[in-house]
């Protein structure tokens, strides 16, 4: 599949849809990857899924998972997808800027989400 477009749906609730190529950039290796985010709610772990990149324009769609204690043995989830700029997700610099962004979205939110942080 290296190398070619394929169109993702993002759940209807994220309200996008594009053409992605696959992107050489593992969800692993992005700075916000496992970063920890405490909001007025409590601390939120956030986990990179998956990332692909637009065909029009380079950026990249992230997918993130956010986890948090609830106990012992309880956690809560909300998925958050996101569109940033790829030169933004790759910068270690940008990471504060990011995990401030997807703060501001966890408080002022409830539930599953989409995030535009390219215009």
Not at 15 to 39: E, M, Q, Y
Not at 50 to 57: G, N, Q
Not at 75 to 97: C, I, K, N, W, Y
Request: hydrophobic fraction near 35%; charge should be positive.
């Amino acid at each position: 599949m290296h190398g070619q477009l394929r169109r993702i749906r993002w759940p209807a609730r994220f309200g996008r849809k594009c053409d992605t190529a696959p992107v050489s950039i593992p969800p692993k290796k992005l700075p916000i990857d496992l970063t920890t985010v405490d909001t007025s709610n409590g601390a939120w772990l956030i986990a990179i899924e998956s990332v692909e990149e637009t065909r029009a324009d380079g950026n990249l769609l992230v997918r993130i998972t956010l986890e948090q204690s609830i106990g012992k043995e309880r956690f809560r989830t909300r998925e958050l997808g996101m569109l940033l700029r790829r030169s933004e997700a790759v910068d270690p610099r940008h990471s504060a800027e990011l995990i401030s962004r997807i703060r501001l979205w966890i408080d002022s939110t409830e539930g599953n989400g989409y995030l535009d942080l390219t215009a």
